[in-house]
């Protein structure tokens, strides 16, 4: 029988009658033919909850009893999924991590999964069960100890069940229908993509579209896994939601797929740094221990033997940045004049692998950017992507300009 | 290390407060040299909301999942307790209960524990560890699938260890302070047990003072165990609460140490039943099969070849007997002219170990509820414990009566 693995989040199995209805949607692949590997999550909210107590309990948590709590909340709708198919006759039964088992590092609350064997659920389907339901984001050290995968772990539970198994895709039920060439709260015009390589998947989930994690992307590269991406709460069909893919498989791509933003944004600039080697490493370093997520880098050309250093961050995060400059400056590891900072900005990016291969995109986006007035603060450039810093009151004007510049509201 | 375990019920743990106040008390065993084996039931209202989902999600649900759902409440509290006590510095760590393993039959949802191993436990005291917190009520079929001991198992669960690990004494933490001669709300006179046997308190239990599992009992008599049962939400010390023990322990017991009642009886006869051999097994065996508890039988003096045969069982349980007694008389298994009813009526009974030594206690009794012109309907005796089903609007009065004629507000 070919392998088929469904994964249900947690908005999809808030109660019991969102899990007949998931199961519903396991039937009818099911009734296709499938073997099912179903993978949830914990019923939303509830993880959050166990989190809160573990958190109130204990600030600075031991990650093992982390793991053992917060990961309870999965075995529940494991058990309430299979019960609900056994319900209407489908031969099913539940997993927890352990049982599989689904062995992982002991890199508690943030494990990796490092093996999948897959004897004892193979066995049961040869003896004629039909779906196998597994508790998601959740698995066994060498120890014996649970762990679990981090936030969004269940998606990644997901793909590399479908490599382990070669299933013949991972069908990831969600509250969006798919993926869009951009949010479609910021322009009606946006449209669904039938299908979306990989690597612009990527690109987009970094950049602020929160449909899959990006590490359960990544797997799902590393391993050739085609994933879709659909709808909980519709009608599905075959055809419905959006493939994650490798990019041999789209035919006719656009230039450009999508037009990501993030909104809240800050700009540093670090004003007459003395420009010598090792200079980047030491402002650097400091902010990364800060737990500061710098994104753009921009240096500015030396005069004199100083340069300007501006950064990207979190806008949230810009006292910390400011607090580990000043320290690594009073520790004389640094000089600056200054430490300017622009709060007020946001990033948009345009994101495509056709981009690889055709020249003139950027000018394109420059253009587009120019025509409605927005002024361009910093560049920065993948193979597949680019991204600018603008004001951030121009945001919206300036994705909606750019979903209309690259002709992203009509199909390929 | 002497070992000592300590069980914490539901409301015991019922939210993070009290958990602390739990781990609190497991801090002063730790104090006084103990090496502690915490068992804890899920925070109260939690196993009622799982088994409410099962029953919603599937009447006739598969057990196997019913205990992987249901089993989850325990893993949670096991956590937090252990969170909870290396914030006071106390080495601990959870067991879920295939981690110990506590081994158990594939009776789901009313598993018999069959082993539990000591090794994975006693390494980690050798290795500093003060606290082993293990998630009660669970444990792990051969098969490899989760299984639960039923209602009240953690009670078991606690008595088990305790038997596994030799431990001092088994101390039930609960939200009574200890045995009583009688119910408090009924005579204030009621006074608290500091030691009652085994054998005693499983009359007790069986006859509705509902504070430990009769099964855990049952089971502490067998290994031994010393139980102690006190209260979660009073300052306890060595002397708090009602030690269950073997009578060896128990140097001057009174004749009677309690008097029992089952408020909601009812009493059924089958008049004019032809006494022949085998009639008994004729009316008790579909009784049994149609799931009534029938507790009380007393069968009269045998005229004509004809007998009337009484007996007792749970008020709510009558409709069932009646149409049980009627199917068997349809299928011409049993005759009898009719069912007489009588449902209010209840039982009151007193027990104690000094019975068997003493004389009279059956006299002193029907004494003391002819004083106060009780009827009595029905008679039973066993070694330490005779009953009387008596009107139910004098259940109050007969209980003081009762508790006044053997002295029981009195010390031994």
């Known amino acids: ?12 199995v808030a109660d019991l009658d969102r899990i007949r209805n998931a199961a519903q949607k396991v039937r009818r692949e099911v009734d296709r033919g499938y073997d099912v590997i179903v993978i949830v999550s914990a019923m939303s909210g509830k993880t959050n909850e166990l989190v809160g107590w573990v958190n109130q309990t204990s600030p600075l948590f031991d990650a093992r009893e982390y793991d053992a709590v917060v990961s309870s909340g999965e ?22 991590g352990w049982q599989v088992p689904l062995k992982t590092s002991s890199a508690h609350s943030a494990a990796r999964i490092l093996d999948i064997p897959r004897a004892n659920i193979d066995q049961k389907f040869a003896e004629g069960m039909k779906v196998a339901v597994v508790a998601g984001f959740q698995g066994i050290s060498e120890e014996g100890r649970i762990t ?6 269940s998606d990644t539970t997901a793909v590399a069940f479908a490599a382990a198994f070669a299933a013949e895709r991972c069908d990831i039920y969600t509250d969006v229908d ?12 946006a449209r669904k993509l039938e299908k979306i390589a990989f690597e612009e998947m990527l690109e987009l989930a970094s950049l602020g579209a929160k449909v899959l994690q990006t590490r359960s992307v990544e797997l799902a590269m590393r391993y050739k896994v085609r994933l879709r991406v659909l709808s909980s709460f519709e009608e599905t069909d ?3 939601g959006t493939l994650v893919c490798d990019e041999e498989e789209i035919m006719e791509s656009k230039v450009v797929s999508g037009v990501a933003y993030s909104r809240d944004e800050a700009k540093l600039t670090l004003l007459s740094v003395a420009d010598r080697p090792g200079i980047a490493a030491a402002i650097f370093t400091p902010l990364s221990q800060a737990g500061i997520n710098v994104d753009m880098i921009v240096q500015n050309v030396s005069a004199d033997g100083r340069t300007d250093m501006t950064f990207s961050c979190p806008v949230d995060q810009v006292l910390r940045a400011e607090k580990a400059m000043n320290e690594a400056r009073a520790r004389g590891e640094i000089n600056f004049d200054e430490l300017a900072q622009d709060t007020e900005v946001c990033k948009v990016s345009v994101v495509g692998i056709g981009m690889r291969s055709h020249a003139g995109v950027a000018a ?5 950017l120019k025509a409605e007035n927005i002024n361009i603060k910093v560049i920065s450039t993948s193979e ?15 994705v909606q300009a750019l979903h209309d510049a690259f002709g992203l509201d009509k199909a390929a």
Chains 1, 2 share one sequence.
């Open 75 to 96: 075995n529940v709708t494991a058990g309430l999924m299979a019960l609900t198919l056994q319900e209407m006759d489908i031969p099913a039964r539940s997993w927890q």
């Open 148 to 153: 679990t995968l981090g936030r969004g772990g």
């Open 364 to 368: 394109k986006m420059f253009e587009a």
């Open 178 to 189: 798919g993926i869009y060439t951009t949010d479609p709260r910021i322009t009606k015009k």
């Open 238 to 240: 075959e055809a419905s």
């Open 384 to 398: 597949i992507k680019i991204s600018v810093l603008i004001d951030r009151k121009y945001m919206e004007l300036a």
């Open 1 to 12: 029988m070919p392998i088929l693995v469904m994964k249900f989040g947690g908005t999809s």
